[in-house]
């Protein structure tokens, strides 16, 4: 009974198109992958309302204090890891801000670690030991059903978090019990079941609008400038320098001066520049502001 319940999930079912994969040549394997990797782009779109009611949410309770935690097994779980680990050289915020745990632990971050995705008390477990009060989970499952993504979703509802589901399937377990669901139904894989493909591609794409959103809405964005970015290596500072330059005008000499005496922060940088302030002023605005750079704009504008 479970094994043909399984079956009706769209995620597992067979691609009529596909049917005779293994006997068509290269080029027209790489072909009919990228027909279908066409189809995910407009799957996401129809999840747009679900997404950015989600995104709402998500920005209310982080701005409130609160933190996010992806929760995933498998290809989900690795998703969530990597949009949380590329959060803080992105977008310069504390590494503990976005977090990303995966079924099995560390160890299955690079290794698969199957079974682990049907132990529903350990994702209980995960969330139990690392959440407080106020802060957001999100479970990823392509199939909607792992009981690992199921218990940490019930521990997160039973503690009063904020929680949002993230599934490749219609109508699925875990939306009935997120209070916001996402649903991208990619329709089945060319590869039966194999939902590293197009339903890892949309949950990228749905993590990729849910973190980059939320961090413009936090103000770690200006204009389409990443001012929060970290300069932790060459490429970085080069960058900074650049960033420096589009929002204020200014030469690469003047840019880079600043950039120096801002200690690498872009935003000091930029508010020192705009407004002829010292690093100092500039810093205390921003810590005025929660370090919303947009406001910090708004303040020194109106001061």
């Known amino acids: 009974m479970a094994q043909q319940k399984k079956n009706k999930l769209v995620t597992e079912q067979r691609n009529e198109k596909s049917l005779h994969l293994d006997q068509l040549s290269i080029e027209e394997i790489v072909t009919l992958m990228n027909e279908e990797d066409q189809t995910v782009a407009l799957s996401v779109r129809g999840a747009i309302p679900q997404i950015s009611v989600a995104i709402a949410a998500i920005t209310e309770a982080m701005t409130d204090g609160g933190r996010l935690f992806y929760i995933g097994a498998g290809t989900s779980g690795r998703l969530g890891i990597l949009d949380a680990s590329e959060c803080p050289p992105t977008f310069g915020v504390e590494v503990d801000l976005v977090n990303g745990l995966i079924a099995g632990g560390e160890k299955a971050i690079r290794a698969s670690i199957e079974n682990a995705e049907d132990d529903e ?14 802060d957001v989970v999100v479970g990823i499952t392509a199939s909607g059903t792992a009981p690992y993504v199921i218990g940490a979703i019930r521990e997160a509802n039973r503690l009063g978090l904020t929680t949002v589901g993230i599934s490749c399937n219609r109508d699925t377990p875990l939306s009935t019990i997120v209070k916001y669901p996402i649903e991208v139904p990619v329709g089945p894989e060319i590869i039966t079941g194999s939902t590293r493909l197009k339903a890892g591609t949309a ?28 300069a932790t290596n ?51 605005v921003l810590l005025q502001v929660q370090n919303h750079f947009g406001d910090a704009v708004k303040h020194l504008q109106q001061s």
């Open 121 to 134: 008390h350990a994702g209980l477990l995960a969330i139990s030991e690392v959440v407080r009060p106020g």
């Open 203 to 230: 949950q990228k794409m749905v993590l990729n609008m849910l973190s980059s959103t939320l961090m413009i809405r936090m103000g770690k964005v200006y204009g389409n400038l990443m001012v929060n970015v970290q």
């Open 234 to 284: 060459h490429k970085l500072r080069e960058r900074t320098v650049g960033i420096i330059q589009e929002a204020t005008g200014t030469d690469e000499e003047t840019a880079r001066q600043a950039g120096i005496d801002a200690n690498g922060d872009a935003r000091v940088a930029i508010l020192m520049l705009m407004f002829s302030v010292s690093q100092e002023k500039a810093l205390a």
